[in-house]
Every structure is written in structure tokens, then in C-alpha cells.
């Protein structure tokens, strides 16, 4: 059995992708392909990884997880999914980086089979938005004491990734960014469940259900029933254009709200994002889905 994780990050699919595999869990069950409603495991999850602390989960701690999970049922792959797994987002940030627990965390989930393949999925957010949405879920009323002294121009999620690699070197590890999410939905669903791409599943649409108009959706629909796409690269290209024409305005107009957040440093913080990116790619062992 297959375990997959998906990790977060704080602040990007709020859980829509959990929802869209949800609503495909009699299908996917059918092919070996678990998808438990989070409450079934969350807790005993959490318990397990900080009882055990890196340590090898026994065969007995083992067949709980599996019980809660799949009600002991066949499973060939078992998605477990969790934005808190590496941490809660008040400590998304910290010692000077993000996700300082990334590497050690991901390892502790690794050990809870450690006989078993697993696999890490992990969407990336823009540093120039995601920190003013980590401030909004901080306890902290002062952004520069959010911040605690990080130079917000020296985060990098290369730095996470290549933690992640060095603490779980044999799982795979599939990244993304979360800007990309409108376009490259399908994709994120149909490899997250290890599917081959270009599978029909329901939920497809959900996502730019709530960031186009409804017209606009309606056209969308239509175009793609009288025109079906030959492949995930043309379907992306005609849902670019409809979004170019159709999209909502406040719904991808990120707005920043952080004090000092001002035009050069959103820009300097987007161009070494976009850098990182490529280093990213050249991290041996890591999948980039991209647009």
C-alpha cells in the first residue's frame, strides 16, 4: 500500500482538493484508491506522530491507522491529507525560514509504515501573499512582530523541499504552485489519486466555479462539450482564455494586506519567487506539475 500525504501549504487549496476527492470516493474505493473523511484519522494521526517521534509505528499501531482509515478494508493507496501536518500556521514561520519543522515532520509521517512507498504532495503560495495570510491567522496584532525578524526577501520554499528530500529521500515528492491551481486542477486531482492523466472525475470544475462568473462558466462548459480537448496542455489553454475574459476580479486580485507591503518589495519578493521555481525544478526526486 501506497501512502500519500498531502501537506499543505497553509493558506492555498483550503482542503478544496480533499473535497474533490471526496466526492469521488465510491469511484476511486473501487479501484483501490482510499479517501477518508479527516476526521476518521486526524486525531489518532496526530496523537501517533507526537507519542512516537520519528520512532517506527509498530504493526499494531499500524493496523489502528488502517482500521480508522479504511474500516480494514482493501487499499492499494491511501491519501491522507492535512494543511497542519508539517506544523499549525503560527509556526509556519520561524528560526528564520518557512516551515522550520518541514524535513523533520515529513519523516515522522514517513515512519507511521515504514515498510510502505510513500508519496509527499505539497502546493507552494507566492511569499509576497502567503505571509500577510499567515499574519491573519497569527495570534500577533503587529506584523513586524509576526515577522520576529525575518527577512522576508530570504525565504525560499527550495529550502523546504530540499529538507523535505534530504528527511524522506526514497518518497516522492510532487510540488506546485498555487496560482497555478486554476488551470492545472484536473491534474492535481488525477495525480494526487495516482490516475492516469485526463480521467474523468467529478469536481473538476468546482474551483473555477468560485473564481469565474456564472456565464462565463456556462460558455466554458460549452466549448468544451462541442470542442473536447485532445489533451490537459489545450484544455489549460482554452480555460486561460475564458479566464482572461470571464474571471472575477476579487477573486484573482490577491489583495495584500500588510503594513509596509508596498509595490518594489511585492515585485522583488514575486521575481525570487519565480526564481525559486526553477531551482526547484532541478531538485532531483521532484515533480513540478505546471502550467
Known amino acids: ?10 493558506c492555498t487549496d483550503d482542503e ?14 473501487k479501484q483501490g484508491i482510499a479517501v477518508p473523511g479527516p476526521g476518521r484519522y486526524r486525531p489518532i494521526l496526530r496523537e501517533m506522530i507526537v507519542s512516537l517521534r520519528g520512532r517506527p509505528a509498530t504493526a499494531e499501531m499500524q493496523q489502528m491507522i488502517f482500521e480508522a482509515t479504511t474500516n480494514g478494508e482493501k487499499a492499494e493507496r491511501l491519501i491522507l491529507v492535512n494543511q497542519s501536518f508539517l506544523c499549525v500556521p ?3 514561520l520561524g528560526e528564520g525560514t518557512l516551515y522550520p519543522m518541514a ?6 509521517l514517513a515512519q507511521l509504515f515504514p515498510d510502505q512507498p510513500c508519496a509527499f504532495f505539497l502546493g507552494l503560495r507566492n511569499p509576497a501573499t502567503l505571509l500577510p495570510a499567515l499574519f491573519a491567522k497569527s495570534p500577533e496584532r503587529d506584523f513586524r512582530d509576526f515577522l520576529a525578524g525575518t527577512d522576508p526577501l530570504s525565504l525560499t520554499w527550495s529550502d523546504v523541499v530540499r529538507r523535505i528530500r534530504d528527511a524522506v529521500p526514497k518518497a516522492r515528492l510532487t510540488i506546485w504552485c498555487n496560482e497555478d ?20 472525475l467529478r469536481g473538476t470544475d468546482d474551483l473555477l466555479d468560485t473564481i469565474m462568473q456564472p456565464a462565463g462558466m456556462k460558455r466554458l462548459r460549452a466549448y468544451l462539450d462541442e470542442k473536447p480537448p485532445v489533451s490537459e496542455a489545450q484544455r489549460r489553454r482554452v480555460v486561460a482564455a475564458f479566464l482572461d ?8 486580485d490577491q489583495e495584500i494586506d500588510a503594513p509596509g507591503w508596498f509595490g518594489e ?27
Open 90 to 92: 503560527q509556526k509556519a
Open 265 to 291: 518589495l511585492v515585485e522583488d519578493l514575486t521575481a525570487r519567487y519565480e526564481a525559486d521555481l526553477d531551482a526547484i525544478a532541478t531538485i532531483k526526486g521532484v515533480e513540478v506539475i505546471t502550467v
Open 245 to 252: 475574459k470571464y474571471a472575477l476580479p476579487d477573486a484573482v
Open 103 to 108: 524535513g523533520t515532520k515529513a519523516h515522522w
Open 1 to 10: 500500500m501506497e501512502l500519500v500525504y498531502h501537506i499543505g501549504a497553509h
Open 16 to 29: 478544496r482538493l480533499l473535497k474533490g476527492l471526496l466526492k469521488n470516493r465510491g469511484i476511486l474505493a
Open 181 to 200: 491551481t486554476p488551470l492545472i486542477w484536473p491534474a492535481l486531482m488525477t495525480r494526487i489519486a495516482g490516475l492516469p492523466e485526463g480521467t474523468q
